[in-house]
Nanobody, 128 residues
Framework: VQLVESGGGLVQVGGSLRLSCAVS????????IGWFRRAPGKEREFVAA?????????????YYTPSAKGRFTISRENAQSAVYLVMNSLRPEDTAVYYC?????????????????WGQGTQVTVSS
């Protein structure tokens, strides 16, 4: 299993970015994908997750941290074997290294320990 993030960069406050997570080595329908981030000097935190293994998280197959809900969207494109995180209305506090992670049937999407595989991360910097 391999995960490779891309799409990070420098963006102004209020701007948008689309992060990509290229996945290989597993079948989409059996895995759940999460996005996490780590800001300088802070702990890693959950951002968003989507289940393609059939998990139901509070009545949905997607789950977002409150700060991401309404601004970020997680999706996938089967043909490209990629998972995306579209981030709109970016704020300085969104500045972090963003990681995608994967595992089979994740019961608790916000728990980093539930994910077996991680990418190397992509830097997002939001300037004010």
């Amino acid at each position: 299993v391999q995960l490779v993030e891309s799409g990070g960069g420098l963006v102004q406050v209020g701007g948008s970015l689309r992060l990509s997570c290229a996945v290989s080595g597993f079948i989409f329908s059996e895995y759940d994908i999460g996005w996490f981030r780590r800001a300088p000097g802070k702990e890693r935190e959950f951002v968003a997750a989507a289940s393609w293994s059939g998990m139901n998280w509070s009545g949905s197959s997607t789950y977002y941290t409150p700060s991401a809900k309404g601004r970020f969207t997680i999706s996938r494109e089967n043909a490209q074997s990629a998972v995306y995180l579209v981030m709109n209305s970016l704020r300085p506090e969104d500045t972090a290294v963003y990681y995608c992670a994967a595992s089979e049937r994740v019961p608790v999407p916000w728990a980093a320990g539930e994910y077996d595989y991680w990418g190397q991360g992509t830097q997002v910097t939001v300037s004010s």
